[in-house]
Structure formats: structure tokens, C-alpha cells
């Protein structure tokens, strides 16, 4: 049982250069989110998808799209990369949205860490 | 929207001993959670605690929700503690999203 897989653990990309990063979950939960963690900043929501089919903005959504591939996948893209997308970025799953509001606590997977340079 | 502070911002303990860390926030919240982020970057849940007390092991949570502010106790410490804890809320006015703190850094000497 894997729990939560993102792919890949480190990339660098120079600015203007697109990319994206995928994360699939085998617990089938139907919550997906993506955060980026900056140093001293904590984690930042990005974007989620409360279910399959639906995704929507979080904290810090400028300069990403994301796609919910199915239940199990959820990827985020950037389209031009910039320096200040240069950070560590989570995926997490949760069995019903909210993270915690139902008792349906967040599992991270182990990130991926992005330069832009 | 709502603030999360975590306090103190970093901490240093020989094995052995006790630490209190603390979380503030701003406004009502739906629910709390205490997370632990290891020396490796992996994210763990510690514990779900909108309000009240829970224990697991030697560590153990405190949230007073009409005070607006959770603890986190680390009774003798272990060198695998060190590493970073973040506290998260959802708000009401939040639409279901985890806010994280800023987090405590824990580094435990031998």
C-alpha cells in the first residue's frame, strides 16, 4: 500500500521552461490537494479537487493548473516557470473534503522538490 | 481570513526533556490538527483535535477551542522528534481548507 506517490522527487527547470508534477493516491479517497512550502511560510494551499471531476482554486493558485485525471491522480502544471515557483510541493488525499472537518484526516506524500532557475 | 501562529518559532532540547509548543488562531475553527514533518521532509498526522485532549504515546494535545488555542506536549524527548510541527485549522469562513502555521522547529540532542 503505497498511499500517496508523487513524481518527480527533485526537478530544475529555468525560467519560461513548463512542467508537471503528478501525484496518484491508492487509498481511494476522493479529496485531492496540492501545497507548495516555502521556508518559514508553512505549507500553502495551491489548488484541490474536493471529488473526481471538480477541482478549484486555493491559496496561491497564480501561475498553476491542475487536472484531476481520475480518482486516483491529480497533476499540477506550470505552464512558464518562474523563480518564485522555486519551493516544495505536496500532494495530499483525503477520504472526504475538508481535511479534517469529518474526522478525514490529510496524507502527504513526500513531495517534490523544484529550482527554477 | 484567519492567522496561525505557532510559537515558539524553534526550539532546542537535550533527550529526555518535556516541551510544550503552542498554536494560536485568530477566529473559530471547525477543527485543528498537529502535524510532524520529519528531518526527511515526510509529513506525518499526529493528531485531530478540534477540541479537548488526546494522547498517543508520549505525546499528547490540548485544544481550547473558546480560548482559540492548541498545545502540543513532547514528554522525554527522542532524538526522532526533531523535525518540524505545524498546527492547521479549517474555519468556517474557509470552505473546508487546511490552513497551516508557520511551524515549531524541534531539534533534540543526545
Known amino acids: 500500500n503505497a498511499g500517496v506517490t508523487q513524481t518527480p522527487k527533485f526537478q530544475v527547470l529555468k525560467t519560461g521552461q513548463s512542467m508537471t508534477l503528478q501525484c496518484a493516491q491508492d487509498m481511494n479517497h476522493n479529496s485531492m490537494y496540492w501545497y507548495r512550502q516555502d521556508p518559514g511560510m508553512g505549507l500553502r494551499l495551491i489548488y484541490y479537487?474536493?471529488?473526481?471531476?471538480?477541482?478549484d482554486k486555493g491559496e496561491v493558485p497564480n501561475g498553476y493548473n491542475v487536472s484531476r485525471l481520475n480518482k486516483r491522480e491529480f497533476s499540477l502544471r506550470l505552464e512558464s516557470a518562474a523563480p518564485s515557483q522555486t519551493s516544495v510541493y505536496f500532494c495530499?488525499?483525503?477520504?472526504?473534503f475538508g481535511g479534517g472537518v469529518y474526522n478525514s484526516p490529510l496524507h502527504f506524500g513526500n513531495g517534490t522538490r523544484l529550482t527554477v532557475t | 481570513g484567519i492567522q496561525v501562529e505557532q510559537s515558539p518559532p524553534d526550539l532546542i532540547l537535550q533527550e529526555g526533556a518535556n516541551s510544550t509548543l503552542r498554536c494560536n488562531f485568530s477566529d473559530s475553527v471547525n477543527n485543528l490538527q498537529w502535524f510532524h514533518q520529519n528531518p526527511w521532509g515526510q509529513l506525518i498526522n499526529l493528531f485531530y483535535i478540534p477540541s479537548g485532549t488526546k494522547q498517543n504515546g508520549r505525546l499528547s494535545a490540548t485544544t481550547v477551542a473558546t480560548e482559540r488555542y492548541s498545545l502540543l506536549y513532547i514528554s522525554s524527548s527522542q532524538t526522532t522528534d526533531s523535525g518540524v510541527y505545524f498546527c492547521a485549522v479549517v474555519w468556517p469562513g474557509g470552505y473546508n481548507k487546511l490552513i497551516f502555521g508557520a511551524g515549531t522547529r524541534l531539534a533534540v540532542h543526545p
Open positions: 479537487s474536493a471529488s473526481e471531476g471538480t477541482t
Open positions: 495530499a488525499s483525503s477520504p472526504f
